[in-house]
């Protein structure tokens, strides 16, 4: 899997739009851009993912950059409850073990109110 | 919808001893696989199940650690004579295919005196 990069901290204010950026310079032309996160104490949720175009779900948006070097997400409206970590993944959705999911340090989001 | 239920959501024991964790996947996901999150660290993949077909037991730390699945639905991850080292969270995941999005359940926590 591609190598990914995040910031290792983020603040918002509640109610604000919370963009979080995830380099990805390295990421092949069959790996999709996944978005999980992980509230304290709780499993890790999935947000979104996409292979190119941008997508929108009812938790958040993901941008990708033409050249898919980078993508950001976006929550829309952050609460006190998107208090979390954020981690972006880049992986092939076939083929061998693929299906091993492993996260990075991911950003920690904080929303204050 | 119901997502995926863990129990026990904590369970302390004493060294030695054996343990025993379920999982109840998501309705209809045929996909399955254990994690182990050690506190701050991510995530160690454990064993994953497709189906009828033979589990991938790679991540297995020991032969201490056994899990089953009866055909698309619960699962048990055992733990034979435990030993410190085992405390951790015992994450499990459910997609409705391989390499469709995991979702979590929230884990057991496992505490071994």
């Known amino acids: 899997d591609a190598k990914t990069t995040q910031p290792p901290s983020m603040d918002c204010a509640e109610g604000r739009a919370a963009n979080l950026p995830c380099n990805h310079s390295t990421i092949s032309g069959n790996e999709y851009v996944y978005w999980y996160r992980q509230i304290h104490s709780q499993g890790p949720q999935y947000i979104i993912h996409g292979l190119k175009n941008n997508e929108t779900n009812e938790m958040a948006s993901l941008i990708i950059t033409e050249d898919r070097k980078s993508s950001t997400l976006i929550l829309p409206h952050a609460t006190l409850r998107d208090t979390a970590v954020y981690y972006c993944?880049?992986?092939?959705?076939?083929?061998?073990?693929?299906?091993?999911?492993?996260f990075g340090k991911g950003t920690l989001l904080t929303v204050n109110p | 919808g119901a997502g995926v239920s863990q129990s026990p959501s904590n369970k302390v024991t004493e060294k030695g001893k054996d343990v025993e964790l379920r999982c109840d996947p998501i309705s209809g996901h045929t996909a399955l696989y254990w994690y182990r999150q050690r506190l701050g660290q991510g995530l160690e993949f454990l064993i994953y199940?497709?189906?009828?077909?033979?589990?991938?037991k790679s991540g297995l730390p020991s032969d201490r650690f056994s899990a089953e699945r009866t055909g698309e639905s619960v699962s048990t991850l055992t733990i034979q004579r435990t030993q410190q080292e085992d405390s951790a969270v015992y994450l499990c995941?459910?997609?409705?295919?391989?390499?469709?999005?995991?979702?979590f359940g929230d884990g057991t926590r496992l505490s071994i005196l």
């Open positions: 199940f497709q189906g009828n077909s033979a589990p991938d």
């Open positions: 993944i880049v992986r092939v959705d076939s083929g061998g073990s693929n299906y091993k999911l492993t």
């Open positions: 995941a459910s997609s409705l295919e391989r390499f469709q999005p995991q979702h």
